[in-house]
Structure formats: C-alpha cells, structure tokens
C-alpha cells in the first residue's frame, strides 16, 4: 500500500453521527482531509456538502469510491451495509473506515476481513475508546499493577426507554435486527466489549442469555452474560433499554486483589479508583469531536509514522462476542 501525504478522504452515509462526532473531525486531523460525501438523497448530501464546506458530494457510493480524488473512504451508513461497501472499497484499491459495529455479524466481518486479506488494503473501526485518555488510563493503572491482579470485570448499563421507542412509526432503525444485527446491545455494548478486549485480551469464552421483556420493538431489549478473557479475567453483565429512568446505571468495574476501578462508558463522568487509601475520582477532557484521536492514528498509519489499534481482526471480535451473547434469541 502506498504512503500517503495528506489523505483525502470520502464518506458513504452522513447522517448525524457524522455532525459532530466524526465528520469535522477528518478535516481536524492533521495531514487529512474531507473531500467527498455521498448520501442517498441528493438534497440531504448536498446540504452536508455546504454545511461542512466539503468540496463535492454524491448520491452514488460507487462515484464516490472511484472518484480517483479520494484515497481512503469512511462508512457511516447503519451495519447491515457496512461489508457491501466495505468490500466494494478495498476492491478498488483504497483503504477503509468502518463505523462500528463493523457488520450486522461475525460472518459480515469474516467475509471483510478475507477481503481485506486478499486485496491488501488495510480496515479500521471506530471503536474511539481505543484513544481516548479515561479509558487509556484504565488500561495503564491495569496494566502497571495499580490495583494489583485483576481478576473480574462487571457491566451494568441500564437505560430508560427512548421516546421514539414508544412509537413505532418514529423507531430508530437500532431496534431492527434485520438492519442493526440486535438492538440497543448490538450498537453499545459492542464499544464494552471492544474496549475490555483491548485491555485483557479477546473473550475466549462467552454465554449469554437476550429477551424482549417490554415488546416495543422486534430486537432484545435485556441481555445477561458470563465470559472469560484470554488473560484469565472473568466478566459478567446485564444491560437493560427498558428500565426506569431513577435504575439507569453506566459502569464497568475491574475488580483486582488491591482494589477496584470504576468507568463508565458513555457518560464521561470521572473514574474512580478505590483501595485502601479510599477513593480517588480522575477527570479528564476528551476531544471536541470523539472520534478525532482515532482518526488521527488512523491517517498516521497510512502516512507510514503510527499504527491504529482499532482493527478489523480487533473489531471482529466484538462482533462474534455480540452474536454469541443474543444468539439464544434468534434461533
């Protein structure tokens, strides 16, 4: 693969999580740049284009990966798309980006990963806990023996319903697995996972149990789960998108033989620290735009200067970890 000076970029799908989450945030980066967009409807792309001061835009995700003015592409569009397109890029040679969860499956993401392989061009997924600083700091007070051994992880998210949950007409394709591969658990506990294999090593052992206990939609809302880590770190967890607001609860916490770490994983909220000298709360400041330090390394490892630990084969995992959690489910 060639290096690259500055990398001109092309995303498929602006749709908000493009606004401010990882839009801007490819002109940001250094040596980087957006030079295309594409979305469906015409109007809506060109509107992003404007907006965002994007040079062009298009309604044809084949325009736009051939057009020899974009050199790598990011995939924005909802996960049931993600391989068709991603597969489609590397085939023309240029390198991708893919939101996460990288594919509505484990299978999607077997069939990428093979593409990968067999056309050489590289894939990354936006699984930004990878850069961001809390979650960087977790991963070296773990791994610098702050809490001594660790021995287990617990996962507790708990969320209300969302408004447009309660009525069908306005649900948000998330609840659809035929779209999303699951529901609310396929699109944030894949962040959990992703992240907790970067710190102890991939799930080698998984069980899980999905149900639908409020019937609002056709995906699970509830699933319970046990697994193990490579590294011998044993995990549990529930997480709940129809409980009520005064249960709502975001923590993962690392249980070691010297004390106990305790993040959240979308709140932002300080992380805490507990052992024998009580309890110590850090802040820390993340980017303007969260994905902003991922693509960065993203774009220095196709400069030839980092490398991004946000892998495909890293990704992958996540997914095939989702899949097994909810399969009792679906089958």
């Not at 798309?81 to 980006?97: L, N, T, W």
């Not at 061009?121 to 991963?139: E, G, N, Q, T």
């Amino acid at each position: 693969m060639k290096k690259f000076d500055t990398v001109r970029w092309g995303i498929i799908g602006v749709g908000n999580v493009t606004e401010m989450k990882s839009g801007p945030a490819f002109n940001k980066a250094e040596h980087s740049k957006l030079v295309a967009v594409m979305r469906r409807n015409a109007e809506k792309a060109a509107d992003y284009a404007k907006r965002h001061h994007v040079p062009k835009w298009y309604n044809n995700a084949t325009e736009l990966i051939n057009d020899p003015e974009v050199d790598a592409v990011y995939i924005a569009t909802p996960p049931d798309s993600h391989a068709k397109y991603a597969i489609e890029v590397m085939r023309a040679g240029k390198p991708v980006y893919v939101e996460k969860p990288m594919a509505k499956n484990f299978a999607e993401c077997l069939k990428m990963l093979e593409v990968s392989e067999e056309t050489g061009m590289p894939i990354w997924v936006a699984y930004y806990r990878r850069s961001l600083p809390a979650f960087l700091k977790v991963k070296e007070m773990v791994n610098n023996g702050t809490i001594g051994k660790p021995l287990t992880v617990n996962v507790k998210l708990h969320k209300p319903p969302r408004q447009n949950d309660l009525v069908k007409k306005e649900q948000s394709w998330h609840v659809y697995p035929e779209i999303s591969g699951g529901g609310y658990f396929f699109d944030l506990a894949s962040h959990q996972f992703d992240y907790l294999n970067f710190v102890f090593g991939p799930v080698t052992e998984v069980h899980g149990i999905a149900a639908n206990r409020a019937g609002l939609y056709p995906a699970e809302d509830t699933v319970v789960g046990s697994w193990k880590h490579e590294s011998g770190v044993t995990g549990s967890g529930s997480w709940c998108f129809v409980a009520d607001k005064s249960s709502a609860a975001d923590a993962i916490t690392i249980t070691g033989e010297k004390g106990e770490i305790i993040i959240p994983s979308f709140t932002h909220e300080a992380v805490k620290l507990i052992n024998e000298n009580g309890v110590t709360e850090m802040k820390f400041d993340n980017p303007g735009h969260i994905s902003q330090n991922l693509i960065q390394m993203v774009v220095n490892e196709l400069r030839g200067t980092g490398k991004c630990p946000s892998t495909g084969s890293s990704a992958a995992m996540a997914s095939r970890v989702l899949d097994e959690m909810v399969k009792n489910y679906y089958t």
